[in-house]
């Protein structure tokens, strides 16, 4: 079985970890989000990439998600005494040396997809890991930060990088608008459509709808080839019980003009896209509501405790995929 | 009193903490040399020129005299996991981050002698300290590598990198010769030439007179300068009792056709450049073969075992210096 999967991070990677136990012998093919990737310290960093390899390759820190294992901060610690920021991002010391290779072989003259897979050859994570493109494309983030003087309604509007709405700011103010910059010019990265095109059957995990699965349907050519794929397209909602599992999906949902309920995700994917959805055991009740926009939708347990919880949502996933097809 | 001093790696920074220590009050530039600058993972590294940042601004690892106290190798661990190398040059986390911001710097415009002033700035060595230029100089050393299949008086000729003969093959293969490669067309940095100008002593510490004082007199202009300054110029011996006190100065020594005592290397300086020399104690009996070189010659304990002792040796070197200038 031919399986490609749309993955942000930290919940993209839990679920794909789920997905290769519940089918070990699945051919996995992940189509990971670059739109959250930034420049630090003069190196590429690739967040998203970055999870899902040290997740499936065994060196994430389980605890927060994201980042290594056993990690240490001493190179941080000194950029910080050299007064050279920005100091909100958490990059560790062995961290770093993912993003100087990558930085170098990218200076090379690699592009991301083959210097993705450079990396994980180390890593072996047991599935194909290509980014959407190969080109720059960077989520900005349009808010208005209050004055320090502040009267009310005053304050200064501007864009800013994802990362710095998401790690330095904490979504704290609202989101007026998402734009993944550059991705209207961007081409999927070699291998992206043929893998579409050969699959069985194409999963978004319960990623972030906007920045994460949005950004990489936002690359033109992507949203079409999963449309035109002729195979069961199942998603697993990201909200469950009206919040967010993790992260802020809230706060850039409402920027898009969607409602953060597991039924309002389903249509903003809508029924020419996805095929099936599933939504969490509380969400039950708005099963007929998701069905009535043509798409099909069972409700089950959606939270990813552990591997066994998130294989189990991944078999769910799969069992709706052969009802759809068996229509 | 204003002194210029031409500084390689561990000796010429060991010297500076003693020169600090002997006159306190005194204006030092040092003039660092950056021809065993090397490429590393995409980045910048400088050792001789942060040996005298971490040394004098309390930063370096005592016991080895170069890299960071307190480091770890995490990052390093990280890149040989990866297959990255080269695998023979210790770069610690802490390290790293000295690396990474002169890196962003030289690629956002800014010349050598800026980044420097700029890490100095955290560092506050309480000296001036200038690359001798900020052209790119690298010493290359040319060698016949033992074939692996080894009939006598074959092998590979070919030309490394200072730092591969140095750190990687340990000098263990005569260095056939030495080449400070761009030295020609390079132009002394800011400032240098200036500071030469204004001294009122100009010192050579007992740093390697081949690949760091002698990469330094390389670049056009500052042995000139130095010659026509006009006071006194005093130099330590790196040899005590035809031997290198630390490192393997004998082997480039050799590639200049300079045999490895003290009173060769005062010879290899000259009279033209050189006012006065210090040679170790045990070396007594050639103070008049290097005073008959036209080279006023004391023989005083030139060993550096703390930091007392390196006093002692800048004073005699100042003490020397009084007695040129009264001649």
Known sequence: MRIVVLAGGIGGARFLRGLKQAVPDADITVIGNTGDDIHLFGL???PDLDTVMYTLGGGIDEEQGWGRTDET??????????????????????????HIVRTQMLGAGFPLSAVTEALCDRWQPGVRLIPMTDDRVETHVAVTLPDSGSAAGSGERKAVHFQEYWVRLRASVPAEAVVPVGAEQAKPAPGVLEA?????VILFPPSNPVVSV???????GIREAIADAGVPVIGLSPIVGDAPVRGMADKVLAAVGVESTAPAVAEHYGSGLLDGWLV??????????????????RAVPLMMTDVDAAARMAREALTLAEEVRAV
């Open 44 to 46: 590429k960093v690739c």
């Open 73 to 98: 901060f001493h190179l941080k610690e000194e950029l910080a005494a050299y007064g050279v920021g920005p100091d909100w991002f958490g990059l560790g010391d062995r961290d770093f040396a993912t």
């Open 196 to 200: 579409i095109a050969e699959a069985d």
């Open 214 to 220: 949005g950004t990489i349907l936002a690359v033109p």
């Open 280 to 297: 969490d055991t509380v969400d039950a009740g708005c099963v007929e509501r998701v069905e009535a926009a043509g798409i099909r939708c």
